[in-house]
């Protein structure tokens, strides 16, 4: 089972950018679908992202044009790609990933965007 940690969060204006990056331990983080969710203060965690192992991407409708989803099986790295940041975005971002039985989530990142 892989081990994940989140990484990239932190303050941007509103309209600005960041990626997120999501380190995974192990040598088959290129079995697993990686998965980006965000979960904002008194709110239920949402989906924001995914791509399945073998590349296929999924965004949510809120975030379609602004934040795209890739990944590096070479460098165990999954990362979410955020443009364009409204104040609607704020939120703890959590990596997770999941292969058959397996299922693993990272402690998560702050990502704050200011008006």
């Known amino acids: 089972q892989v081990q994940l940690v989140e990484s990239g969060g932190g303050l941007v204006q509103t309209g600005g950018s960041l990626r997120l990056s999501c380190a995974a331990s192990?040598?088959?983080?290129?079995?697993?679908?990686v998965y980006w969710y965000r979960q904002a203060p008194g709110k239920q965690r949402e989906l924001v992202a995914s791509?399945?192992?073998?590349?296929?991407?999924y965004s949510t409708d809120s975030v379609k044009g602004r934040f795209t989803i890739s990944r590096d099986n070479a460098k165990n790295t999954a990362y979410l790609h955020m443009n364009s940041l409204k104040p609607e975005d704020p939120a703890v971002y959590y990596c997770?990933?999941?292969?058959?039985?397996?299922?693993?989530w990272g402690q998560g990142t702050q990502v704050t965007v200011s008006s």
């Open positions: 791509m399945t192992s073998s590349g296929f991407p």
């Open positions: 192990g040598s088959s983080f290129r079995n697993y679908d």
């Open positions: 997770a990933a999941r292969w058959d039985l397996y299922h693993s």
